[in-house]
């Protein structure tokens, strides 16, 4: 027979654990998130550095340098009942390829840049969103790889 104060002690180990699990499992779901992204979505197509290259608006951008794949990367949460954790790259056009965005010259009257296509000139240039980051959270989501790799770092804890 368990008595009144022995069951409260086991609630509240097993309170413990699930409280400090949350941290666990939000950082695992960012690692996931950040491993798919570099390792798939932003693998799918590709072009040689300096390459002209025009992806669909929509579509994740082209793998040329490998430079966006590589400055993928997750920050873990901290500990406690409710937890946050983030995936974001270090790339300083990361922004711009996952919203989009209008470029403008800062010191010059156009932009310019060489490519295999030729030089460019331009007074402004559109940049569509190619989302890289929400896509791979929304297809994980869809998929339920995501929801799977919570419950496998939840199953740690589980009492």
């Known amino acids: ?17 699930v409280a400090s699990s949350a941290g666990y499992i939000a950082t695992a779901m ?7 992204t570099r390792n798939d979505t932003l693998q799918r197509t590709s072009h040689g550095p300096q390459e002209y290259h ?5 579509r994740p951008p082209a793998r040329g340098s490998g430079r966006l794949a590589k400055g993928m990367e997750h920050v873990p949460a901290h500990k406690g009942i409710r937890a946050t954790a983030t995936v974001r790259n270090e790339v300083e056009y990361a922004r711009i390829l996952e ?31 190619h989302p890289y980051l929400s ?6 989501r869809d ?10 770092e939840f199953r740690k804890y589980d009492p």
């Not at 027979?1 to 654990?17: F, H």
Request: one cysteine or more; aromatic letters at 10%; hydrophobic letters at 40%.
């Open 1 to 17: 027979m368990v008595t009144i104060a022995e069951n409260i002690a086991y609630l509240e180990v097993i309170e413990g654990k």
């Open 30 to 36: 960012a690692r996931y998130i950040a491993i798919r």
């Open 54 to 58: 025009q992806q669909r608006p929509g």
């Open 99 to 129: 919203f989009g965005c209008r470029v403008i010259p800062h010191d010059h009257i156009y932009l310019h840049w060489v490519d295999s296509a030729g030089s460019w000139f331009h007074e402004w240039l559109d940049i569509p969103p």
């Open 135 to 140: 896509k791979t959270t929304e297809e994980a």
């Open 143 to 152: 998929d339920r790889s995501l929801t799977e790799v919570a419950i496998d």
